[in-house]
C-alpha cells in the first residue's frame, strides 16, 4: 500500500479511536470540552451519545486494520468514507434546518470532510 493511503487511514483512526474512547468513557465531559455541548444526566441521551461512540471507536478499529493488512485496506478506506462523509452529510443537513453550530463544531466538519475526501482519493487511486 502506498505511504498516503497508510497515512490517510492512521490519520482516520486514531481520530475516530480517541473520539470514541474519550465519548464513550465520559460523554459529559468530552462533549463539553472537543463541542462545547453541555450535556445533561441523561440516562436516554447518554445512551445515545455512547452507542455513536462505540460505532465511532470501533469503525477506528476496522481503519487501523486496514494499515496493518493490505487486504482490509479497501474495506477501511470505505469505512472511514461511511463514517466521515456520513457525518458531514448530517451536520450540513443541520446547518440548513437547525442554524449554523459553534466554532468547534464547525471545526469538526472541516476535518470531517477533509479526512472523508482523503479517503475518497486514496480509494479512486486504489480502484484505477
Known amino acids: 500500500m502506498e505511504i498516503v493511503g497508510i497515512i490517510v487511514l492512521s490519520l482516520s483512526a486514531l481520530l475516530l479511536i480517541f473520539v470514541g474512547i474519550s465519548r ?20 436516554n ?4 451519545m455512547r452507542g455513536v461512540s462505540s ?12 494499515t496493518f493488512m493490505a487486504k482490509l485496506s479497501l474495506t477501511s478506506h470505505i469505512v472511514a468514507i461511511l ?10 443537513i443541520s446547518l440548513k434546518t437547525d442554524g449554523k453550530p459553534g466554532k468547534q463544531i464547525t471545526q469538526g466538519i472541516v476535518f470531517e470532510l477533509v479526512l472523508g475526501l482523503a479517503n475518497v482519493f486514496c480509494l479512486i487511486s486504489i480502484w484505477s
Do not use: C, H, W
Open 55 to 66: 460505532v465511532m471507536l470501533f469503525a477506528g478499529i476496522i481503519i487501523v486494520l486496514g
Open 45 to 48: 441521551l447518554l445512551n445515545e
Open 24 to 43: 464513550l468513557s465520559n460523554p459529559i465531559k468530552t462533549y463539553l470540552k472537543s463541542s462545547g455541548i453541555q450535556l445533561g444526566n441523561d440516562p
Open 83 to 92: 463514517i466521515f462523509i456520513g457525518f458531514v452529510i448530517g451536520r450540513l
